[in-house]
């Protein structure tokens, strides 16, 4: 059916997207499903039902509330209502989250997107628990913000002197952009949204802790892509038939030299995987400004084909 063929269309092309765009069109499409849902609430005459639903998506600031529902630590993340929400911080991801990409493998970024969440979601929760004006009140956590400050700070400390062409004032290092931003962060605290606010600075600093540790050789994410390999074996193991056929072995052909394991990584050929690793120790040593022309355009030319 001509229905079904859309469907594995779109399978196939988020399948072979890469974990940037992957992690944009999951965004946009937990947008389109609330949406959808107030659209539905609306004329079906029950309006303040799609607030219902909001309140399973977003992260309260209640811990009793919270453990009923323990899977909003990571929905709030992935959720926006409001349109210019998710225009922003998805734009904001896709800028920077293409120059991370040249710096870091689609692993780390899938990780620091979720540390990055889960660093907000813990300061706003210390905001809302800890401080005596709050006690009494409220909150809900919702939007990437948080996990996208993580990609920014991170990007702007490896990558300090990376110029971007902003509309209206020209090139601008990306250390400026990123203190910009935090100096609005900071700004906001005291404002209507500052339990959002902190939740941004948990990202903030999420982000700083993975670069300072990068540039000492140290990748924070490494337990939860350990963790995320364990889930996956696990499944492929429960899922695997129990009786194999005579005679027929169901044993996985050898992964080729740089191709995608079972672990997901990227699929990169041998050569390029060394030229890249001596690029990003170059890196974390002497940073990004020490690359020359040339090695900038081949790590961008590598980081591109890598999914």
Known sequence: MADSGVIDQMRRGFTSATMLMKIIWVNIGVFVVLRLIAIVCMFGGDVDFINTVMKWVQ?????????????????????????????????????????????????????????????????????????????????????????????????????????MHLVLIGPVALKWIALATVGLVLLGVSGSNAGGEMAHIGGVLTGVLYALRMKRGHDITVPFNRLIDTIVNTWHRGSAPSRRPAGKSTMPPPPRPGGQGASGGPSIDPADREELDAILDKIKKSGYASLTPEERKRLFDVSRRMK
């Open 59 to 163: 992260l309260p600031s209640s811990l009793p509330t919270l453990a009923t529902r323990p899977w909003t630590v990571l929905s709030y993340m992935f959720a926006q209502y409001d349109v210019l929400h998710i225009l922003f911080n998805m734009l904001w991801f896709y800028w920077f989250g293409t120059l991370f990409r040249m710096v870091s493998t689609p692993r780390q970024m899938l990780a620091l997107y979720i540390y990055g969440g889960l660093g907000g979601a813990v300061l706003f929760l210390l905001f809302y628990n800890s401080f005596p004006m709050f006690h009494h009140a409220s909150g809900w956590l919702i939007g990437s913000s948080a996990s996208v400050m993580a990609i920014v700070t991170a990007t702007a400390i490896l990558m300090p002197d990376f110029r």
